[in-house]
């Protein structure tokens, strides 16, 4: 399965910034799509995630309130607006896919994906 994360850049402080990732060959596999996001000497981090059936996305605690998980099924593309941004949000993010029916619970775990894309830069900074 290919994943293309597009999107990301620099942006001042409480700016904001849309992120792409579009599902390629293989699409049709996929069942849950997540975003991560990984800072240098961090661990990889969950963002937010859902599945392409629908239901609630799930959201990491850090972003709650500030950052949007969408996605247009027909373009097999997931989005992540990101608001409000902050300096604690630099990173790069990945987008990420798994064939696998997993639990809610494990939407936040990096392990729960097969599937990662290239990753994007976001870089927050004045």
């Known amino acids: 399965v290919q994943l293309q994360a597009s999107g990301g850049g620099l942006v001042q402080p409480r700016g904001s910034l849309r992120l792409s990732c579009a599902v390629g060959?293989?699409?049709?596999?996929?069942?849950?799509m997540a975003w991560f996001r990984q800072a240098p000497g961090k661990e990889r981090e969950f963002v937010a995630a859902n599945r392409w059936s629908g239901g609630s996305a799930r959201y990491g605690d850090s972003v709650k309130g500030r950052f949007s998980f969408s996605k247009e099924n027909g373009k097999k593309t997931i989005y992540l607006q990101m608001n409000d941004l902050k300096p604690e949000d630099t990173a790069v993010y990945y987008c990420?896919?798994?064939?696998?029916?997993?639990?809610?619970?494990?939407?936040?775990?990096?392990?729960?994906?097969?599937?990662w894309g290239q990753g994007t830069q976001v870089t927050v900074s004045s």
């Open positions: 990420a896919a798994t064939a696998r029916g997993i639990i809610v619970s494990s939407m936040g775990v990096a392990n729960s994906y097969d599937y």
């Open positions: 060959e293989g699409a049709s596999r996929t069942y849950v």
